[in-house]
């Protein structure tokens, strides 16, 4: 049951839990995975916004966006993770931040760039309305190697006729 879900505006007193997540096992090859003083850094360098997932008192996950608000109405999705992968965790919590920005931003477009191989999380986009536009090569300097991305976007029109 998803009743109980919130979302709410992370900050550093939220850091164990997003550290923790990012860090689960077998995540390594799929998300970043910051040091608490690059965290710190963007919690207070005006681009980054960082939301939680919570069901009841128990979060569940967090994204991270970059380009919060900006100028140019584009906003990245730059990391997102939950702790129970395939519940639905990732689809409420992202359902819930798009909407979240769509709503307290001017935002044109929501983009994410993922990993090809990651069908889960391309799944997970799909379902809210996420288009997969093509293969950004060799965008992604990750483990010491450039790899592609498969980029994908959201448009505020489309999010607004699926509403
Ligand atoms: C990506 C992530 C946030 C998605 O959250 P989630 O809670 O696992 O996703 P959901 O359960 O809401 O949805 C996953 C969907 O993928 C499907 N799925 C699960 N495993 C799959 C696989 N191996 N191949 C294809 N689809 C798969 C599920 O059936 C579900 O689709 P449905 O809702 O149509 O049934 C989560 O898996 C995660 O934290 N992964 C590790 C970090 C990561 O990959 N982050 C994304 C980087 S871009």
Redesign the pocket.
């Known amino acids: 049951m998803n009743t109980s879900f919130s979302l709410v505006r992370a900050g550093p007193d939220d850091l164990p839990f997003i550290m923790r997540t990012e860090r689960q096992e077998g ?1 390594d090859r ?2 970043g995975r910051w040091e608490e003083q690059r965290h710190r850094d963007a919690f207070v360098d005006g681009s980054h916004a960082y939301f939680i997932g919570c069901d009841g008192a128990t979060p569940t ?1 967090f994204v991270m966006l970059r380009f919060w608000n900006a100028v140019e109405r584009t906003t990245l999705v730059r990391r ?3 702790v129970n ?7 409420r919590l992202l359902a819930a931040t798009v909407a979240r920005t769509f709503h307290e931003t001017d935002v044109h477009r929501l983009v ?1 760039g ?1 990993f090809p191989d ?4 391309r ?2 986009y799909e ?1 809210i309305g996420f288009q997969a536009e093509g293969i950004s090569r060799g965008s992604a300097y990750f483990g010491g190697e450039y790899r592609d991305e498969l980029v994908m976007s959201l448009l505020r029109p489309e999010w607004e006729a699926s509403c």
Do not use: D, S
């Open positions: 995540y799929l998300v996950g997102v993770a939950v992968p395939g519940q639905g965790q990732g689809r994410i993922l990651n069908l889960r999380a799944r997970m379902a």
